[in-house]
């Protein structure tokens, strides 16, 4: 299997990288696996936050089955023409009984704490599987989002069955796009002093970076800000360019399992890379702020 590597950078680092992190912390036990469904009381609704109570407590070394839910209202989706039926019952309870969200408006699962993780450790979390939950997506856009917004002023949101068995999205009639699941978020807690931030922007937290290299096999290492590392993921894509044209990709429910390994005291300062034999890419990712550039080739 493809191994990718991501770490995710919260600065522009002024050098080329020159070490790996350091060892992971030894598990105080037998690694365990648990089971994270999004229910009223396990989600956090459009935010990051380093005082978030933690719905799920792990060591190093632990792994977690993640059962997401897409970012959508049930309204929303029978109006695109989703049978009534087909809406998970989950999403129904979460808009129904969550009433502490906000600023923004991913639903995530989290936050995980995990035991070993302070401030100026590195967190390594292993991508290990990630498979469809629903047979369907959505795509979207709205008045003044998107690419080219003057282009398309007026809402539009199409609901797109989903093949599992042969893995291909059914756009339209002769038109069928393959599928390559990934969560678009998954973050950290940023530091105490930033309290709640929005989960739309990433930041030096990550989040909300909707990478479509993040899929099953790659590894992610994100710098710790806050005890725990309190560690949320959600915002499922069935498949995504680079990047969201119109805001939104395949948007789906995903189930996805995370190993989480604790590298203590690396200061953030992972230069390098020295490369394992067994992986093919590494990849950076900074954090910056977009620029318009939409019109450039027209």
Not at 14 to 28: D, I, L
Request: proline share 10%; glycine share 10%; net charge neutral.
């Amino acid at each position: 299997m493809r191994r990718l590597i991501l770490y995710f950078l919260a600065l522009l680092l002024p050098t080329a990288f020159a070490q790996m992190p350091s060892p992971a912390a030894p598990p105080v036990a037998s690694p365990q696996k648990y089971t994270l469904k999004a229910t009223p009381k396990t989600v956090a609704w459009g935010y990051y936050d380093a005082s978030a109570a933690p719905v799920l407590r792990i060591q190093s070394g632990d792994s977690v089955e993640f059962e997401t839910l897409l970012t959508n209202s049930p309204t929303g989706l029978e109006k695109a023409g989703l049978p009534p039926e087909q809406v998970q019952q989950n999403l129904r309870d979460i808009y129904k009984e969550v009433t502490d969200k906000g600023p923004g408006g991913h639903i995530l699962n989290g936050p995980v704490y995990i035991e070993e993780a302070e401030p100026g450790d590195t967190l390594e979390v292993r991508i290990q599987k990630i498979d469809l939950a629903i047979p369907y997506a959505y795509n979207a856009f709205g008045i003044n989002r998107g690419f080219l917004p003057e282009d398309f002023p007026y809402r539009k949101m199409r609901i797109i069955p989903l093949d599992r068995d042969r893995m291909m999205a059914k756009f339209a009639p002769g038109i069928e796009i393959p599928l390559h699941p990934f969560f678009g978020s998954m973050g950290v807690a940023p530091p105490e002093a930033y309290g709640r931030i929005d989960s739309a922007p990433p930041g030096i937290h990550a989040g909300n970076m909707d990478n479509k290299e993040l899929v099953a096999g790659t590894t992610l290492y994100l710098p710790v800000h806050a005890r725990g590392a309190l560690f949320e993921i959600g915002d499922g894509h069935a498949g995504q360019g680079n990047g969201e044209v119109d805001i939104t990709a395949l948007e789906t429910s995903l189930t996805g399992t995370v190993q989480f390994l604790v590298h203590k005291g690396t200061q953030q300062n992972i230069r390098g890379p020295k490369l394992p034999l067994t992986t093919s890419a590494w990849v950076f990712i900074r954090n910056y702020t977009k620029r318009p550039a939409s019109r450039c080739g027209r």
